[in-house]
């Protein structure tokens, strides 16, 4: 069996997938039978060693973005990988822990060789070109091969007659970060309507530059977490997020004697092995909660028993009235706040309690815990600050943790763990370069068109053409601006918007309006089953690439990544897409790109550097020499490195050894502790944390202008009335009148897949069965059982799903995982797979970019209705086109 073979035009999906799995099954003493890959059945041992013969261990790149950025390695024959391992190149130990792989890592290999592939370019049956034909059937239509000429000539029509006709103002480029080649090819064309706002880290996203003294690097490295009487996981859910290293150092720290606490609206794995106290939270409602915690701290502290009040007098500034910063507008401070001097009501547990849903006792609780009392590392992931209504989480999270005086001492660190738990801060010690540079960023191409629409609007400014412009997060902001826009086009490269962004029935609408859309997969995402071209990309297997996600977040090893197979079927990669479709607009591809994805790859390899072993500097990580260069076709100097090149790509993974004594052990803010004055922080205007922080009200006024939003500009961390808060479930919140949406609704992500990606994988759904989680209580007012399918609605949209039922999330809360794809029945309009953003709604009364999706309002009752919904390993593959044999 060679690649050639297999990924040639003439032979069936079926076979090639059989044959494959076979291989895979028979060497782990299984054989797979049936078209689902479900059943198993045991096969002759001997057997494995036969097929086996004559193969090669080959490290593989797990490109999706879970944030574990693990190892794995594919036994590799003929072009046909017959199964996977993780880490084994050393012994595991504390000191040099292996880079092991998960369940979503170890089944990549069906995203590669799927029956679900798309082989070829695509056209939607009844699309035609300029006019879009019948829109209404996009994401139900039938599709038509078509040849790889015939597919980018009509992206590049539709382009060209856009442009001619309402120009680029009309081209709407999806692509959360900017990262891909098309960004660059549309810039040179003369630019498209891009997006903003808010994505994985919630409101913590304002204030990246550390705007009142928190930047993301502020958390400490594993070796001192060891030395922490608690570790407050304030939302933090690694065993599903980004399984590998996070959760084996979690495990250690239990073992080491530190004591958990978790912190939110469902207990959850990650919780649970590390028998975490729960203090349950209802989404939104941490601000309230954090507010009463600082009441608690304060009423109750004894001669600096719970609060910090040297850390305070010291480092913050705000807290009371005799510690105002210089540029302060106002004369209120956050300790007058918390007793109510301002707005008549003091933040008590039991003020607190009934927005947040924490018992009082529990707040206390917590209260003694964040105390100074206590050595406590507060990490917190972005979902707390996803919700509506947490536009002051993450200030108010900085100042309770300042009063315990959490922050530059050992065992001690408060902040967003950006890095999905990786709880492993400092310096870098090892990485690649980051080579991969867009190519309208790399030629210094600034995008021609004005025109950034928040994320949050979408779908609604596609459907009704008009929108508020605020500028981009992280770039130049301004006030709100509302503004006409026009898009006729949608090109979608490397993501899967409509699925992943709220609103996704809007979404669909807006799909259905314009004149055309293409998306470029290699499975049937949501992006691309509502186009009408789609073209078939290479996995990161068919290929050597190094992109944006490639960046290890564990800052102690860095990955190879290595083609195994030659790109399958008639797959290309973007590169090549944006190459082809460069050339048709008359733009020279090479001014803007001039570097390939194997040179790219290359120079990552070049550019990579490891700490010196006394931690003084950095070294080249790898040795390469003109033989190298060569070998893979680029340009490059040889150097002298810590390890050869070929070395680096067979094992796969450099990870440097750490001891506990070693130069690398990290305690944020240390110097800034010790002497504020001499070391200032240097985001900050008073140089200190800002709990009164002028920067931060003055942003939100701006960014409030004079449009209706639920958002307060003060300076302080004050509590914010929430959009469909837990208040806005009742019509009659005096006497306690439900109303017609009595649930809040919270999204998890999710050890099936990594955000949107791998949903499609059987063994991952047989696996991960993909229910709702609902609370017991509840469920029992409900008539509904363990295993019922459920209807879950509210005014966007609704879907169903079998029912988990439990005591681990709270009453009044359901939650769902996160990026399901999705699969509406168009008789009914309910999505049967339990897509998360069908029911979410774009976030038009709270603070803009703030992109709020945990806490949508919604109900459910068991399904009676007529559609069967069977195990999600039980439905057939989405394959676009019948075999050709």
Request: charged letters at 25%; proline letters at 5%; hydrophobic letters at 35%.
């Amino acid at each position: 069996m060679n690649v050639d073979s297999i990924a040639g035009k003439s032979i069936d999906r079926r076979s090639f997938v059989a044959a494959s799995a076979a291989a895979t099954a028979t060497l782990a003493g299984l054989s797979l039978t049936g078209c689902n890959e479900n059943e198993l059945r045991e096969t002759e041992p001997d057997k494995a060693g036969s097929v086996e013969e004559g193969a090669e261990w080959i490290p593989v790149s797990c490109w999706h973005n879970c944030g574990g950025r693990c190892l794995n390695k594919a036994l590799v024959k003929d072009g046909v990988v017959l199964r996977q391992k993780t880490d084994d190149t050393h012994e595991d130990s504390w000191d040099w822990p292996q880079s092991r792989g998960c369940i979503r890592g170890r089944s990549v290999q069906q995203q590669v060789f799927g029956a679900d592939r798309v082989k070829y370019p695509m056209k939607r049956k009844h699309w035609e070109p300029l006019t879009g034909g019948d829109k209404s059937l996009r994401g139900r239509d039938e599709w038509e091969r078509i040849s790889w000429d015939e597919a980018l000539d009509y992206i590049a029509a539709e382009l060209k007659n856009a442009k001619e006709k309402y120009g680029n103002e009309s081209i709407l480029y999806l692509d959360a970060a900017l990262e891909g080649y098309m960004g660059g090819v549309l810039n040179a064309f003369g630019g498209f309507v891009k997006q903003t706002g808010c994505q994985s880290d919630g409101t913590f996203e304002y204030y990246a530059e550390g705007l009142f003294g928190v930047t993301y690097g502020q958390l400490n490295d594993r070796y001192d977490i060891a030395n922490s009487d608690y570790l407050v996981m304030w939302g933090n859910n690694p065993a599903w997020a980004a399984f590998g290293n996070p959760s084996y150092y979690i495990k250690n720290f239990k073992q080491a004697g530190v004591k958990f606490v978790f912190v939110g609206p469902d207990y959850n794995a990650s919780a649970g092995f590390t028998d975490a106290e729960w203090i349950p939270v209802r989404p939104g409602g941490d601000t309230a909660l954090l507010l009463a915690v600082a009441h608690s701290m304060i009423t109750r502290d004894e001669d600096g028993s719970l609060v910090d009040w040297d850390f305070l007098s010291r480092c913050t500034v705000g807290f009371d009235a005799s510690h105002m910063p210089a540029d302060a507008k106002t004369d209120e401070n956050f300790r007058d706040y918390i007793m109510g001097a301002y707005d008549g009501i003091e933040k008590t547990p039991e003020w607190a309690s009934e927005i947040c849903g924490t018992p009082v006792e529990k707040i206390e609780h917590l209260a003694d815990v964040l105390g100074c009392g206590n050595n406590c590392f507060i990490s917190s992931n972005g979902a707390p600050a996803r919700a509506k209504g947490a536009e002051n989480f993450p200030h108010a999270l900085m100042a309770v943790s300042a009063m315990g005086g959490h922050f530059g001492k050992p065992g001690n660190a408060s902040g967003l763990d950006h890095n999905y738990s990786t709880l492993n801060r400092g310096a870098t010690l090892v990485s690649l370069a980051g080579s991969y540079a867009p190519p309208y960023q790399g030629a210094g191409l600034v995008n021609p068109v004005d025109k950034t629409i928040p994320w949050s609007e979408l779908w609604n400014a596609v459907v009704t053409g008009k929108y508020y412009d605020v500028g981009v997060l992280r770039g130049e902001l301004h006030a709100p601006e509302e503004r006409e826009v026009d898009i006729h086009v949608i090109v979608s490269e490397q993501k899967n918007v409509l699925q992943t962004q709220m609103d996704t029935n809007m979404g669909i609408e807006a799909y259905r309006k314009v004149d055309f859309a293409c998306a470029q997969v290699y499975t049937m995402k949501t992006d691309a089953r509502y186009s009408d071209i789609v073209l078939p990309i290479c996995t990161r297997w068919e290929y050597n690439t190094t992109t944006y996600y490639d960046v290890a977040t564990d800052k102690e090893n860095t990955f190879a990544r290595n083609k195994v197979v030659n790109p399958l079927y008639e797959s290309r990669t973007d590169w090549e897409i944006a190459q082809s479709i460069a050339e048709r607009l008359g733009i020279d591809f090479a001014e803007i790109m001039p570097r390939t994805d194997q040179q790219q790859w290359m120079d990552a390899m070049v550019g990579a550097t490891v700490v010196t072993e006394d931690g003084s500097g950095y070294e080249p990580l790898l040795s390469i020499t003109k033989e190298d260069f060569e070998k893979y076709g680029v340009e490059g100097v040889p150097q002298a490195g810590r390890i050869p090149l070929e070395q680096f790509l067979k094992d796969g993974v450099y990870r440097v050894k750490r001891s506990a004594d070693d130069p690398f052990v990290y305690v944020a803010l240390k110097e800034f502790r010790d002497d504020p004055e001499t070391n200032p922080l240097p985001t900050t205007a008073s140089g200190k944390l800002e709990i009164y922080c002028q920067a931060k009200g003055d942003l939100f006024a701006m960014m409030k202008g004079d449009v209706e939003r639920i958002v307060d500009p003060s300076p302080l961390p004050k509590y914010m009335e929430q959009h469909e808060g837990f208040s806005d479930t009742f019509v009659d919140w005096e006497n306690k009148v439900r109303g017609q949406y009595p649930f809040q609704l919270t999204h998890v992500h999710y050890l099936r897949r990594a955000h949107s990606d791998m949903d499609n994988l059987p063994w991952l759904r047989e696996a991960m069965t993909n229910p709702v989680f609902i609370n017991k209580e509840d469920a029992d007012e409900k008539g509904i059982a363990d295993g019922d399918i459920i209807l879950v609605r509210n005014d966007n949209g609704s879907f169903i799903r079998p029912a988990t039922v439990s005591r681990t999330v709270m009453p009044g809360v359901i939650a769902i995982p996160h990026g399901a794809a999705v699969r509406i029945d168009e008789a009914t309009g309910i999505d049967t797979a339990g897509a998360d953003n069908i029911l979410t709604s774009s976030c038009n009364e709270t603070a803009f970019l703030s992109n709020g999706w945990n806490g949508t309002l919604v109900d459910y009752e068991k399904y009676t209705g007529d559609i069967e919904l069977l195990p999600d390993c039980d439905w057939p593959l989405d394959i676009p086109l019948p075999d050709e044999e």
